[in-house]
């Protein structure tokens, strides 16, 4: 079981980038409706998509979890792991470091 003393896995905007240029990843936004549909990652599905995404998903398939600033995404992060999805990771900084590029 995946302890929540241990640190949440994390990748950069970088890294998402290069991940979402070579496709096979899901990227979930965990940010309001309204927010995630004025903007989001390319492919990403809003968080109330995910129970039928997952449902599909091989749980080894990266899966990058998205909100304002990466705080909240930890503990969407944190769930899915304990959920056998074993490439969740959640974006440093969230969208504004997304939207920033950094």
Known sequence: MFG????VPEVTVQEVKNLVDSGGIMVVDIRDRGTFQAGSL???IHASELS???QKTD???PIVVVCYHGNSS???TRQLIS???TEAK????????WSMGR
């Open 4 to 7: 929540f003393g241990k640190p």
């Open 42 to 44: 390319p492919g990403a």
């Open 52 to 54: 039928t995404a997952l």
């Open 59 to 61: 749980p080894t398939t």
């Open 74 to 76: 930890k503990a969407a």
């Open 83 to 85: 959920q056998g999805f």
């Open 90 to 97: 959640s974006l440093r900084g969230g969208y504004a470091a």
